[in-house]
């Protein structure tokens, strides 16, 4: 049985940054989104039960969700790379939908093995959506040989929150809030000024967030922060409270030429839903090389 979700009824370093102006001027395909077209299947991982869907044909993009998020924050982003000539899988972090198994004592190690349970032996390319960004660069540090690339959809951890956003984060979580002051704390975690944030009123899932955030400290950062040999894109939003855009840029210093850096305004940590076009455009940019 998966958790139930909470509410479940409903200037120098920019010159090394490409604008998201250029991006938009590539033809993006934008699918239909369609989950019921794709097939849903089971994986081991030890004791744990991995649910997750595939689609499409083509180089192999594992796709990671946000804390205490669900694998359908990817849909649309999933369709595009389909429609791309891509091959998508999502899997289910346990706890949600068909995925489970113990949910205690686990590190991102336990997390980046339940993710490869669903994809086959080949080569894959990670995408990873805030806390699935340290999931994904865990999964190419335990498999260097088959993790091609890594992108990482917002970035945390070397920059503070901004002042109230760790309080936000927490509050999206509980389950005793009322359903305005929920939003609003939605709203002011995940979402940059205008934009609507009811697209994510439900899917959240308390559980799995504590069980995701334990597995975090229970790993040393240098165990996968380096992402393995992967070559990096980190997408940031420019007014993203929780991962300030500011933490891109220190990733950018640090690893140099192995990462592509894009910023895009008008996205918070939430990015996927607010901005599509343009996190398809720099997903589909970065990966064009590899797909010919």
């Known amino acids: 049985m998966g958790v139930e979700p909470l509410d479940s009824g409903k200037t120098a370093m920019r010159r090394l940054i490409k604008p998201i102006s250029t991006l938009l001027l590539v033809a993006i395909p934008m699918a239909v989104v369609d989950p019921a077209l794709a097939e849903t ?13 595939i689609d499409g044909q083509g180089p192999a993009v594992l796709m990671i969700a946000s804390l205490g998020r669900p694998a359908s924050d990817f849909d649309e982003l999933s369709a595009s790379l389909v429609a791309a000539g891509y091959s998508t899988i999502r899997p289910q972090p346990r706890g949600i939908g068909g ?3 113990p949910m205690n004592g686990l590190s991102l190690r336990d997390l980046a093995a339940d993710a490869m349970a669903a994809a086959d032996d080949g080569p894959v390319i990670v995408i990873g959506h805030d806390f699935g960004q340290r999931v994904a660069r865990m999964v190419a540090a335990l498999y260097p040989d088959r993790v091609e690339s ?22 999206v979580f509980d389950a005793t809030l009322p359903p305005d002051k929920h939003m609003d704390a939605v709203r002011f975690a995940f979402f940059a000024p205008g934009n609507d944030p009811q697209v994510w009123r439900d899917g959240w899932y308390p559980a799995v967030a504590r069980m995701q955030t334990a597995a975090t400290k229970a790993s040393r950062v240098e165990e996968w922060s380096g992402a393995g040999k992967a070559r990096l894109l980190v997408v940031v939003g420019l007014q993203d409270v929780v991962a300030p855009p500011e933490n891109g840029r220190l990733i950018k210093n640090e690893f140099g030429d192995r990462v592509t850096l894009q910023e895009i305004d008008g996205a918070g940590h939430a990015m996927l839903p607010e901005r599509p076009k343009q996190v398809a455009a720099a997903v589909l940019n970065f990966l064009k090389p590899q797909s010919k």
């Open 41 to 53: 299947r089971t994986a081991r991982n030890g004791e744990a039960a991995i649910e997750y869907q």
């Open 150 to 171: 890594v992108v990482m959809l917002g970035a945390g951890g070397k920059v503070p929150m901004r002042p109230g956003a760790g309080e936000a984060l927490g509050a």
């Open 99 to 101: 995925s489970t198994g």
